[in-house]
Protein backbone atom coordinates (compact mmCIF):
# COMPACT_ATOMS: atom_id res chain seq x y z
CA UNK A 1 0.00 0.00 0.00
CA UNK A 2 1.25 3.44 -0.87
CA UNK A 3 0.46 7.19 -0.95
CA UNK A 4 1.47 10.19 -3.06
CA UNK A 5 3.32 12.93 -1.12
CA UNK A 6 4.91 15.49 -2.91
CA UNK A 7 4.58 13.76 -5.87
CA UNK A 8 6.40 11.37 -4.37
CA UNK A 9 5.01 7.69 -3.63
CA UNK A 10 5.35 6.24 -0.26
CA UNK A 11 5.12 3.32 0.69
CA UNK A 12 3.72 2.11 4.64
CA UNK A 13 6.86 1.97 5.83
CA UNK A 14 7.89 4.87 4.29
CA UNK A 15 5.42 6.60 5.84
CA UNK A 16 5.42 4.76 9.30
CA UNK A 17 9.16 5.23 9.57
CA UNK A 18 9.21 9.08 8.87
CA UNK A 19 6.38 9.62 11.58
CA UNK A 20 8.34 7.58 14.10
CA UNK A 21 11.75 9.66 13.01
CA UNK A 22 10.25 12.69 13.74
CA UNK A 23 9.30 12.01 17.06
CA UNK A 24 12.93 10.66 17.80
CA UNK A 25 16.15 12.71 16.00
CA UNK A 26 18.79 10.55 16.81
CA UNK A 27 17.85 8.54 13.59
CA UNK A 28 18.32 4.43 14.94
CA UNK A 29 15.72 2.56 13.79
CA UNK A 30 15.65 0.12 16.88
CA UNK A 31 11.90 -0.51 18.88
CA UNK A 32 9.96 2.42 19.41
CA UNK A 33 6.70 3.82 19.58
CA UNK A 34 5.24 7.09 18.25
CA UNK A 35 3.03 9.08 21.02
CA UNK A 36 0.15 9.64 19.67
CA UNK A 37 -0.05 5.85 19.57
CA UNK A 38 -0.72 4.94 16.08
CA UNK A 39 3.18 3.69 14.49
CA UNK A 40 4.70 1.26 16.64
CA UNK A 41 8.16 -0.05 15.20
CA UNK A 42 9.55 -3.69 16.72
CA UNK A 43 13.11 -3.91 15.76
CA UNK A 44 15.93 -6.05 16.95
CA UNK A 45 18.66 -4.46 14.81
CA UNK A 46 19.44 -1.06 13.10
CA UNK A 47 18.08 -0.91 9.86
CA UNK A 48 15.89 -2.87 7.43
CA UNK A 49 18.78 -5.54 5.97
CA UNK A 50 19.62 -7.07 8.70
CA UNK A 51 17.53 -8.76 11.83
CA UNK A 52 13.50 -8.21 11.76
CA UNK A 53 11.78 -5.58 11.50
CA UNK A 54 7.53 -5.42 12.49
CA UNK A 55 5.97 -1.70 11.99
CA UNK A 56 2.36 -1.75 13.17
CA UNK A 57 -0.25 0.82 13.03
CA UNK A 58 -3.17 0.99 14.78
CA UNK A 59 -6.38 2.23 12.75
CA UNK A 60 -7.19 6.40 13.11
CA UNK A 61 -9.78 6.84 15.89
CA UNK A 62 -11.77 9.08 13.19
CA UNK A 63 -11.90 6.28 11.35
CA UNK A 64 -15.64 6.25 10.07
CA UNK A 65 -16.28 2.39 10.03
CA UNK A 66 -16.37 1.11 13.54
CA UNK A 67 -15.99 -2.26 12.32
CA UNK A 68 -12.52 -0.95 10.58
CA UNK A 69 -11.08 -0.10 14.48
CA UNK A 70 -9.56 -3.92 14.98
CA UNK A 71 -8.31 -3.43 11.56
CA UNK A 72 -4.26 -3.13 11.63
CA UNK A 73 -1.92 -2.18 8.94
CA UNK A 74 1.27 -4.68 9.16
CA UNK A 75 4.55 -4.92 7.90
CA UNK A 76 7.40 -7.73 8.61
CA UNK A 77 10.84 -8.90 6.92
CA UNK A 78 13.39 -10.83 8.19
CA UNK A 79 16.99 -9.44 6.93
CA UNK A 80 15.60 -7.40 4.16
CA UNK A 81 12.85 -9.85 3.04
CA UNK A 82 9.46 -9.05 3.28
CA UNK A 83 7.27 -11.63 4.83
CA UNK A 84 3.86 -9.83 5.80
CA UNK A 85 2.39 -6.72 4.44
CA UNK A 86 -1.27 -5.54 3.96
CA UNK A 87 -4.05 -5.54 6.54
CA UNK A 88 -4.08 -7.78 10.14
CA UNK A 89 -7.91 -8.67 10.45
CA UNK A 90 -10.19 -9.30 13.57
CA UNK A 91 -13.39 -10.31 13.58
CA UNK A 92 -14.93 -11.36 16.90
CA UNK A 93 -18.17 -12.88 17.14
CA UNK A 94 -20.15 -14.62 19.96
CA UNK A 95 -22.76 -16.62 19.83
CA UNK A 96 -22.50 -15.84 15.94
CA UNK A 97 -22.84 -11.98 16.50
CA UNK A 98 -19.77 -9.87 15.96
CA UNK A 99 -18.59 -8.06 18.09
CA UNK A 100 -17.99 -3.88 16.95
CA UNK A 101 -15.64 -1.66 18.91
CA UNK A 102 -17.07 1.24 21.37
CA UNK A 103 -13.88 3.34 21.53
CA UNK A 104 -10.28 4.31 20.36
CA UNK A 105 -7.46 2.04 20.83
CA UNK A 106 -5.43 3.11 24.63
CA UNK A 107 -2.44 1.65 25.64
CA UNK A 108 -2.00 -0.45 28.59
CA UNK A 109 1.85 -0.89 28.79
CA UNK A 110 4.85 -0.16 26.35
CA UNK A 111 8.25 -1.44 27.03
CA UNK A 112 11.14 -1.37 24.44
CA UNK A 113 14.13 -2.87 26.31
CA UNK A 114 17.48 -3.85 25.42
CA UNK A 115 16.58 -7.53 24.63
CA UNK A 116 12.90 -6.71 23.85
CA UNK A 117 10.29 -4.68 22.79
CA UNK A 118 6.33 -5.25 24.39
CA UNK A 119 3.58 -3.05 23.32
CA UNK A 120 -0.03 -3.74 24.75
CA UNK A 121 -3.28 -2.03 23.76
CA UNK A 122 -7.02 -2.68 24.18
CA UNK A 123 -10.08 -1.75 22.80
CA UNK A 124 -13.56 -1.42 24.33
CA UNK A 125 -16.24 -3.79 22.73
CA UNK A 126 -20.27 -3.99 22.68
CA UNK A 127 -21.29 -5.62 25.78
CA UNK A 128 -18.60 -4.59 28.22
CA UNK A 129 -15.94 -6.73 26.40
CA UNK A 130 -12.33 -5.50 25.79
CA UNK A 131 -9.44 -7.29 22.98
CA UNK A 132 -6.54 -6.63 24.34
CA UNK A 133 -3.46 -6.70 21.77
CA UNK A 134 -0.02 -8.48 22.79
CA UNK A 135 2.94 -7.90 20.91
CA UNK A 136 6.44 -8.90 21.70
CA UNK A 137 9.47 -9.16 19.66
CA UNK A 138 12.52 -10.81 21.52
CA UNK A 139 15.36 -10.07 20.09
CA UNK A 140 18.28 -12.84 21.01
CA UNK A 141 15.89 -14.99 20.20
CA UNK A 142 14.50 -13.97 17.13
CA UNK A 143 10.56 -14.67 18.44
CA UNK A 144 7.33 -12.44 17.55
CA UNK A 145 4.44 -12.96 19.08
CA UNK A 146 1.09 -11.89 17.68
CA UNK A 147 -1.56 -12.43 20.62
CA UNK A 148 -5.06 -11.19 20.96
CA UNK A 149 -7.48 -11.49 24.21
CA UNK A 150 -10.95 -11.45 24.35
CA UNK A 151 -11.31 -9.84 27.75
CA UNK A 152 -15.04 -10.65 29.46
CA UNK A 153 -17.48 -7.65 30.90
CA UNK A 154 -16.92 -7.38 34.83
CA UNK A 155 -19.02 -10.60 36.36
CA UNK A 156 -20.26 -11.54 32.87
CA UNK A 157 -22.11 -14.87 33.21
CA UNK A 158 -20.80 -17.50 30.73
CA UNK A 159 -23.12 -18.74 28.72
CA UNK A 160 -23.28 -21.94 26.64
CA UNK A 161 -22.49 -19.83 23.34
CA UNK A 162 -19.23 -20.08 20.63
CA UNK A 163 -17.02 -17.08 21.56
CA UNK A 164 -14.88 -17.12 18.02
CA UNK A 165 -11.65 -14.74 17.09
CA UNK A 166 -10.78 -14.92 13.25
CA UNK A 167 -7.20 -13.00 12.01
CA UNK A 168 -6.54 -12.86 8.34
CA UNK A 169 -2.46 -11.81 7.80
CA UNK A 170 -1.53 -10.85 4.15
CA UNK A 171 1.84 -11.76 3.38
CA UNK A 172 3.70 -10.50 1.14
CA UNK A 173 3.73 -10.26 -2.39
CA UNK A 174 7.24 -11.84 -2.78
CA UNK A 175 6.09 -14.59 0.25
CA UNK A 176 4.45 -17.78 -0.04
CA UNK A 177 2.76 -20.24 2.72
CA UNK A 178 3.45 -24.14 2.98
CA UNK A 179 1.01 -25.97 5.63
CA UNK A 180 2.41 -28.70 7.31
CA UNK A 181 0.51 -31.91 6.44
CA UNK A 182 0.75 -33.85 9.95
CA UNK A 183 1.16 -30.27 12.00
CA UNK A 184 -0.59 -26.93 12.25
CA UNK A 185 2.39 -24.77 11.59
CA UNK A 186 3.20 -23.12 8.50
CA UNK A 187 6.51 -21.99 6.94
CA UNK A 188 7.23 -18.98 5.36
CA UNK A 189 9.65 -18.92 2.45
CA UNK A 190 10.32 -17.06 -1.31
CA UNK A 191 12.28 -17.64 -4.08
CA UNK A 192 15.72 -16.35 -4.83
CA UNK A 193 16.63 -16.16 -8.06
CA UNK A 194 20.16 -16.26 -9.04
CA UNK A 195 21.87 -16.28 -12.83
CA UNK A 196 23.50 -19.25 -13.83
CA UNK A 197 27.01 -18.64 -15.22
CA UNK A 198 27.03 -19.10 -18.76
CA UNK A 199 27.71 -22.93 -20.38
CA UNK A 200 30.54 -23.48 -22.36
CA UNK A 201 31.41 -22.21 -25.21
CA UNK A 202 31.30 -24.72 -28.08
CA UNK A 203 34.28 -25.76 -29.83
CA UNK A 204 34.84 -23.43 -32.61
CA UNK A 205 33.00 -24.86 -36.26
CA UNK A 206 34.29 -24.35 -40.00
CA UNK A 207 30.78 -24.81 -41.02
CA UNK A 208 29.12 -21.42 -41.48
CA UNK A 209 25.91 -20.99 -38.78
CA UNK A 210 22.29 -19.64 -40.21
CA UNK A 211 20.86 -17.07 -38.21
CA UNK A 212 18.32 -19.27 -36.39
CA UNK A 213 20.98 -21.27 -35.62
CA UNK A 214 23.46 -18.28 -34.15
CA UNK A 215 19.99 -16.58 -32.07
CA UNK A 216 20.04 -20.21 -30.60
CA UNK A 217 23.29 -20.48 -29.43
CA UNK A 218 23.36 -17.07 -28.06
CA UNK A 219 19.80 -17.68 -26.01
CA UNK A 220 21.60 -20.94 -24.85
CA UNK A 221 24.97 -19.31 -23.70
CA UNK A 222 23.15 -16.83 -21.87
CA UNK A 223 22.88 -16.65 -17.93
CA UNK A 224 19.38 -17.86 -16.98
CA UNK A 225 17.49 -17.04 -13.65
CA UNK A 226 17.38 -20.07 -11.54
CA UNK A 227 14.86 -20.30 -8.10
CA UNK A 228 16.57 -21.35 -4.97
CA UNK A 229 13.76 -21.25 -2.45
CA UNK A 230 14.79 -19.47 1.30
CA UNK A 231 13.35 -20.53 4.96
CA UNK A 232 12.29 -17.01 6.27
CA UNK A 233 10.40 -18.05 9.25
CA UNK A 234 7.54 -20.22 10.99
CA UNK A 235 4.58 -19.71 11.94
CA UNK A 236 3.01 -21.59 14.93
CA UNK A 237 -0.78 -21.40 16.79
CA UNK A 238 0.50 -22.21 20.17
CA UNK A 239 -3.39 -22.10 21.24
CA UNK A 240 -4.09 -25.54 18.85
CA UNK A 241 -3.09 -28.72 19.15
CA UNK A 242 0.17 -29.47 17.50
CA UNK A 243 -1.23 -32.48 15.27
CA UNK A 244 -4.24 -31.86 12.38
CA UNK A 245 -5.60 -35.16 13.10
CA UNK A 246 -6.42 -33.82 16.93
CA UNK A 247 -9.60 -32.25 17.33
CA UNK A 248 -9.66 -28.86 17.94
CA UNK A 249 -12.06 -25.54 18.54
CA UNK A 250 -10.12 -23.19 15.82
CA UNK A 251 -7.50 -24.26 12.50
CA UNK A 252 -4.82 -22.16 11.34
CA UNK A 253 -4.23 -22.41 7.26
CA UNK A 254 -2.34 -20.72 4.54
CA UNK A 255 -4.97 -19.37 2.29
CA UNK A 256 -3.88 -19.34 -1.24
CA UNK A 257 -6.69 -17.36 -2.80
CA UNK A 258 -6.43 -15.08 -0.08
CA UNK A 259 -2.70 -14.93 -0.11
CA UNK A 260 -2.62 -14.95 3.45
CA UNK A 261 -2.46 -16.38 7.28
CA UNK A 262 -5.79 -17.64 8.34
CA UNK A 263 -6.31 -18.83 12.47
CA UNK A 264 -9.32 -19.20 13.80
CA UNK A 265 -9.70 -20.08 17.85
CA UNK A 266 -13.15 -20.75 19.67
CA UNK A 267 -13.80 -20.73 23.32
CA UNK A 268 -17.12 -21.58 25.15
CA UNK A 269 -15.79 -20.06 28.36
CA UNK A 270 -15.94 -16.25 28.99
CA UNK A 271 -12.11 -15.44 27.99
CA UNK A 272 -10.22 -16.33 24.60
CA UNK A 273 -6.93 -16.01 24.24
CA UNK A 274 -5.67 -16.45 20.45
CA UNK A 275 -1.32 -16.57 19.92
CA UNK A 276 0.60 -16.49 17.17
CA UNK A 277 4.05 -16.77 17.54
CA UNK A 278 7.21 -16.33 14.71
CA UNK A 279 10.31 -18.29 14.69
CA UNK A 280 12.69 -16.08 12.33
CA UNK A 281 15.80 -18.38 13.12
CA UNK A 282 16.33 -20.46 9.96
CA UNK A 283 19.01 -23.00 11.47
CA UNK A 284 15.73 -24.00 13.85
CA UNK A 285 13.67 -24.85 10.37
CA UNK A 286 15.27 -27.97 10.02
CA UNK A 287 14.60 -28.66 13.47
CA UNK A 288 12.48 -30.52 15.05
CA UNK A 289 9.65 -28.68 17.02
CA UNK A 290 6.80 -29.29 18.80
CA UNK A 291 4.67 -27.27 21.45
CA UNK A 292 2.03 -28.60 24.53
CA UNK A 293 -0.85 -27.31 27.08
CA UNK A 294 1.28 -26.76 30.59
CA UNK A 295 -0.99 -27.14 33.68
CA UNK A 296 -1.53 -23.98 35.41
CA UNK A 297 -1.64 -24.36 39.13
CA UNK A 298 -3.35 -22.19 41.37
CA UNK A 299 -4.44 -22.65 45.38
CA UNK A 300 -2.42 -26.68 44.91
CA UNK A 301 -5.28 -27.24 42.31
CA UNK A 302 -5.58 -27.09 38.09
CA UNK A 303 -6.42 -23.88 37.65
CA UNK A 304 -9.49 -23.33 35.46
CA UNK A 305 -9.27 -23.09 31.43
CA UNK A 306 -11.00 -19.91 31.60
CA UNK A 307 -8.18 -18.05 34.14
CA UNK A 308 -5.29 -19.04 33.03
CA UNK A 309 -2.79 -20.46 29.97
CA UNK A 310 -0.19 -22.02 29.36
CA UNK A 311 1.84 -23.37 26.63
CA UNK A 312 5.68 -25.00 26.29
CA UNK A 313 7.15 -25.21 22.88
CA UNK A 314 10.14 -26.53 21.54
CA UNK A 315 12.07 -25.21 18.65
CA UNK A 316 15.52 -27.96 18.36
CA UNK A 317 17.24 -27.90 21.54
CA UNK A 318 15.87 -24.72 22.87
CA UNK A 319 12.52 -24.29 25.10
CA UNK A 320 10.07 -21.71 25.83
CA UNK A 321 6.87 -20.80 28.04
CA UNK A 322 4.26 -18.83 28.04
CA UNK A 323 1.99 -17.82 30.45
CA UNK A 324 -1.29 -15.26 29.89
CA UNK A 325 -3.56 -14.71 33.07
CA UNK A 326 -7.23 -14.72 31.29
CA UNK A 327 -9.02 -13.83 34.89
CA UNK A 328 -10.19 -10.31 35.74
CA UNK A 329 -8.92 -11.08 39.19
CA UNK A 330 -5.14 -11.30 40.02
CA UNK A 331 -3.74 -14.13 41.75
CA UNK A 332 -0.10 -16.14 42.48
CA UNK A 333 -0.36 -19.13 40.08
CA UNK A 334 2.77 -21.34 39.54
CA UNK A 335 3.94 -22.88 35.70
CA UNK A 336 6.54 -25.71 35.19
CA UNK A 337 7.52 -24.89 39.23
CA UNK A 338 7.98 -21.09 39.18
CA UNK A 339 5.39 -19.25 41.40
CA UNK A 340 4.20 -15.71 39.41
CA UNK A 341 1.86 -13.39 39.58
CA UNK A 342 1.73 -12.32 36.30
CA UNK A 343 -1.25 -10.78 33.58
CA UNK A 344 1.24 -12.20 30.74
CA UNK A 345 4.85 -14.21 30.76
CA UNK A 346 7.28 -15.16 28.22
CA UNK A 347 10.29 -17.36 29.48
CA UNK A 348 12.89 -19.75 28.17
CA UNK A 349 13.00 -23.05 30.16
CA UNK A 350 16.94 -24.11 31.24
CA UNK A 351 17.65 -27.58 33.07
CA UNK A 352 19.90 -25.75 35.44
CA UNK A 353 17.75 -22.75 36.48
CA UNK A 354 13.66 -24.31 34.96
CA UNK A 355 11.57 -21.13 34.14
CA UNK A 356 13.17 -17.76 33.48
CA UNK A 357 11.71 -15.00 32.38
CA UNK A 358 12.23 -13.38 29.25
CA UNK A 359 9.14 -10.56 29.69
CA UNK A 360 7.15 -10.79 32.79
CA UNK A 361 4.33 -8.27 32.96
CA UNK A 362 2.76 -8.26 36.66
CA UNK A 363 -0.65 -7.83 37.34
CA UNK A 364 -2.04 -4.18 37.40
CA UNK A 365 -4.02 -4.81 40.90
CA UNK A 366 -5.30 -1.62 41.58
Known sequence: MSQQSGGKT??????????LRAENSDGAERSRFAQNERF?????????????????????????????????????????????????????TVDGRRLE????????????????AFC???IALEGGRRLTRRVFLSYNESLLLLADELVPAPRERVAPAPRICRTTLSLAVETFAKNDADAREIVLATNVFEPMKPSAQPKTRTKPRSEEEAL??????????????????????????????DASR????????????????????ASLFSPLLFDFNVRRAARPCSW???????NMAPAKDDDAWGRRLQLGNEQYVFYASTSARPAIRSILGR????????????????????????????
Open 292 to 298: RPLTVGE
Open 339 to 366: NLISDFMVGKFLASRGVVPILDVEVDDE
Open 250 to 269: GEFDANASQAGLELTAQSSG
Open 101 to 116: PQSAWETTCVDPSKAY
Open 10 to 19: QTFRDVALDA
Open 120 to 122: ERS
Open 40 to 92: CLFADADGVEKGVEFLLAFPDASESDPSSQLDAQISLCSNGRPILEGIWRVEL
Open 216 to 245: LAEIDGAPTPQGREVVLARAFPLALPEWRA
